[in-house]
């Protein structure tokens, strides 16, 4: 990842959090998609998690992203609040973050279930 390169779970957070429109849904439903979109997205990657590693991974972005919600909505009485208070070129800017990083994510999925062409070359 680049320096300047947003981080995916930031993008797939910020996505869910700008769509959000269930006022039933607690804090734990909220974070549990926004962390089981992020485990579809490394799979798109072939980024595995070990069976035995995935509660103990899971829980831990799951505490992120409660971090990053937090931090985000402060001062906001609800989610609808913190919606309404983001101007619309941010909306549009998170929006276009996450369709590019789906797109290279698939992108990267077909490539890399591409078998190669050729053998090695060898200069002589």
């Not at 070129?89 to 062409?117: H, I, L, Q």
């Amino acid at each position: 990842m680049t320096p300047n390169q947003i981080d995916p779970l930031y993008t797939i957070f910020e996505q869910h959090l700008f769509n959000f429109n269930d006022s039933d849904m607690d804090r734990k439903t909220f974070i549990d998609n926004v962390v089981h979109e992020y485990f579809a997205y490394l799979r798109k990657l072939c980024i595995v998690v070990p069976k035995s590693l995935e509660g103990p991974v899971f829980e831990e972005i799951a505490v992120q992203v409660n971090t990053m919600l937090v931090k985000k909505i402060y001062g906001c009485l609800t989610l609808k609040d913190y919606q309404k208070s983001v101007p619309t070129p941010a909306r549009r800017r998170a929006r276009t973050r996450y369709t590019r990083m789906n797109k290279d994510a698939e992108r990267g999925a077909k490539t890399a279930s591409r078998p190669s062409r050729g053998g090695s070359r060898r200069a002589g």
